[in-house]
């Protein structure tokens, strides 16, 4: 689809002077009021910079309502431009980023809202009581035992109380929340308000002018540890409403029951299955979730997933954000990375590499 020339001999001509979809294509900032004349004008300067497209960025600043007839009236407009110039006009899928929330337009329904597990030693002021318990710990910091803590009951060790907590309103969602990306109904409610938009209005320059839809840094609530054992401050861990009930019909087991062991070491050196698992759903959750539902809506309209998601530079940063970012890419048509500022982040490139070349993917792309 972005590459039609792939499989036809090298071109040392070509090479030196390739078509529109080997080009760079900046990340074009629509910062102010949209002016339609002004922003053709820019697509001219772009073109004779070298430039093969752009993309269509929304950033702080935007003064035309986000996503409204004017805002698509402009994106047509330059579509069409692009078609006219032989260039390749690239989709972005948020207002700023994080990809998720349409702008706030998804998150004004407060189920598809983010939500979080909080671990306190006191009782919640607030969110859903999930479960209470009795904590002990051995000298060494590990687990010496746990026990559900029933109302009124007063602990031997210490109380720990686990609540789920929705994100509140905020400034950078345009007043609202970022979204729930474990909930499948809240990720098909994003791809309502966004890509179905945009396929309304220039769907039939799909897989031609228009190649790919960027999303970027998708990502669930970052995930917090104790700074020692016996750390007295909250921490919060992703969740997601029936998040123990998907996990009982996955590994077999009560999630709400072993939480303890989501924040202390098992004696004895052993390791916890159950942490295994919660953080092995959570990633298998996201992919399915987010990127499994938003490739599979671009493949069947003939448009690439492209992007990149959050916190990738290494294994350990993805874990706190996504899980993991291969299991992510295998629905990406153009498996993509955030390199930025002369950082080498070459673990990230191979892992899109890898993938792009199992799924058969036509490349991989760098913001």
Known sequence: MLYPKKNRPFDEREFQSPGSEY???????????????ELL??????KEMGFGGFHMHVRTGLATPYLSDEYMQVVGACVD?????????????????????????????????????????RPPDAGELLAAFDVALHPDGTLKRYAALAQGDRAQGFALYASMQTMPDMPWFNNQAYLDTLCPEGVRAFIRTTHERYKACIGDAFGKTVPSIFTDEPQFSG??????????RDVTLPW??????????????????GLPELLWELPDGKVSVLRYEYHDLLAERFAQA???????????????????????PTLESQTMAL?????????????????????????????AQS?????????????
Request: some cysteine; glycine content about 8%.
């Open 323 to 351: 899980g993991e970012a291969m299991r992510s890419y295998r629905e990406f048509g153009l498996p993509g990375i955030d390199m930025l500022a002369d950082r080498h982040e070459y673990t990230t490139a191979k892992q």
């Open 81 to 121: 431009k692009a078609r006219r110039e032989g260039m390749k006009a690239y989709l972005y899928d948020e207002d700023r980023w994080p990809s998720g929330a349409a702008g706030g337009r998804v998150t004004k329904n407060r189920e598809f809202r983010q939500r979080t597990l909080l671990f306190s030693r």
């Open 41 to 46: 004008w820019q697509i001219d300067r772009l």
């Open 223 to 232: 995930k917090e540890t104790l700074r020692f054992a016996t750390d007295e």
């Open 290 to 312: 987010f990127a499994d539902q938003c490739g599979a809506w671009c493949e069947a309209n003939h448009i690439e997933l492209t992007g990149h998601v959050m916190s990738e």
């Open 355 to 367: 993938v792009s070349r199992q799924f058969g993917r036509p490349g991989v792309i760098s913001e």
């Open 240 to 257: 997601t409403p029936g998040l123990e009930k998907l996990f009982y019909e996955t590994y077999g087991r009560d999630l709400l029951a």
């Open 23 to 37: 080009r760079s294509a900046p990340f074009w900032a629509w910062n102010n009021k949209l002016d339609r004349d």
